[in-house]
């Protein structure tokens, strides 16, 4: 049972790991899949060895349905070559991937620096729980430098949080630049490394944990929910799985089923979605009821520097900021009358999305003001002429 695990192969391309991560060895009968291995009561031989444990090569024990088995293990592996890391935990929302590790690293008397793109719950548990158990938390202009970094750095920091882009606004941070920092300070960095998978590789930039939501590209499908936690030391790891079985995190082996489902077909998702994305944007960039395209890919990114230097691709999420003529009630109408965009939160999967964002951004260092009503486009598997084509039908209903 122990060696029903492979190991992360970091030396095949991405295309070949998804195919084969996490299957070697998996005593499925043969099958190409990996079983969903339900439950909680874990039986053992005899009592001598539910008293020594047996253990694999990364210590994992199965001893209790919490503390995972062979489906959260075939998982695991694939998020670590997702993500380039050695050791992954995975947790029941993309959202308690991101207050697991605050919690694991932040104790009472400590400080800790958000980006203020932070994903709104990031912002909310900073505010919530963190401060009401005595962490302070500043929020920090997401295009900060390293002096200013160094700056809001107090003796106390114990993690730099990072999100880049963040997902409404989409400002690239200099994830190298506040890693440096924060390492000299003896800080951790934890990132929310969603929209970059696999396109930013988090431990090659500097990153100790990184966030998940596989909610989106790898489900893929809009029908589960489900994060993940990636380290690159067994220090961090057993930080973070330390945190998060205190605290009773679970992911359900369907989802984690279900997710490794979706990784299968990722490689290729991501291929389109980014082609079809870029397609999409530069569309809209050239329209002139638009004033600019938030999309870190395109060259008119303020930080489209900063994104060949780190990034090797882009994901389909962007926002498009509308000429400040119009009206909250024209952009809705705009919107109502897409016949292929659904009108909802989160993105990943297959289908395209058009969700309103002004009204919707909490700022409390920088402006949320974009000059414009904005509007998150998310662009799924459809065609992209279908696509350009509904959203030329929906532009038609703005005045001119
Ligand atoms: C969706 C999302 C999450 C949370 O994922 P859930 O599975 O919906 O809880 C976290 N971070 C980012 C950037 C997200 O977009």
Redesign the pocket.
């Known amino acids: 049972m122990p060696d029903d695990v492979s190991k992360p192969r970091h030396d095949y391309r991405f295309a070949t790991q998804m195919s084969h991560a996490g299957r070697a060895g998996t005593h499925a009968h043969g099958f190409v899949n990996p079983a969903v291995h339900r439950g909680s009561t874990v039986l053992h031989p005899d009592c001598e060895s539910r008293r020594s444990f047996a253990k694999d090569r990364y210590n994992r024990v199965m001893t209790y349905g919490t503390q995972g088995g062979p489906t959260h293990y075939a998982l695991e592996d694939v998020i670590c070559d997702i993500e380039g890391g050695t050791r992954c935990t995975l947790v029941g929302?993309?959202?308690?991937?991101?207050t697991v590790p605050l919690m694991a690293y932040l104790k009472a008397g400590d400080h800790c620096l958000m980006p203020d793109s932070v994903?709104g719950?990031?912002r909310n548990i900073a505010n919530g729980l963190l401060a009401a158990y005595g962490v302070e938390t500043t929020f920090y202009a997401p295009a900060i430098d390293e002096a200013g970094i160094a700056a809001l750095m107090k003796p106390n920091t114990k993690v730099v949080y990072t999100?880049s882009p963040g997902?409404h606004t989409f400002e690239l941070q200099d994830v190298p630049a506040l890693a440096r920092v924060a390492h000299a300070r003896g800080a951790k960095v934890l990132m929310?490394n969603?929209?970059g998978i696999h396109h930013f590789m988090p431990f090659k930039h500097g990153v100790d944990v990184s966030?998940q939501?596989?909610?989106?590209y790898v489900g893929g499908h809009s029908d589960v929910?489900?994060?993940s936690i990636t380290t690159n030391t067994e220090e961090d790891f057993a930080i973070v799985r330390g945190a998060a079985s205190q605290m009773g995190h679970f992911a359900a082996p369907d989802d984690c089923w279900l997710a490794l489902r979706g990784a299968r077909t990722m490689a290729v998702r991501l291929k389109q979605q980014e082609q079809s994305g870029l397609a999409v944007a530069r569309w809209f960039e050239s329209r002139p009821e638009v004033q600019r395209v938030l999309h870190p890919g395109l060259p008119s990114h303020p930080q489209h520097a900063l994104f060949k230097r780190d990034f090797t691709g882009s994901c389909s999420l962007f926002g498009v900021v509308f000429q400040p003529r119009y009206t909250e009630a024209e952009i809705f109408r705009f919107i109502d009358s897409l016949a292929l965009f659904g009108i909802g939160?989160?993105?990943g999967g297959y289908e395209s999305l058009a969700l309103p964002t002004t009204g919707f951004i909490t700022r409390t260092a920088t402006s949320p003001d974009l000059g414009g009503f904005t509007v998150r486009i998310h662009i799924g598997l459809e065609d992209v002429a279908d696509l350009i084509a509904d959203l030329e039908h929906g532009l038609a209903t703005l005045p001119k």
């Open positions: 929302t993309g959202l308690a991937a991101v994903y719950p990031g999100e997902s929310d969603t929209w966030i939501a596989l909610t989106k929910l489900l994060g939160a989160s993105w």
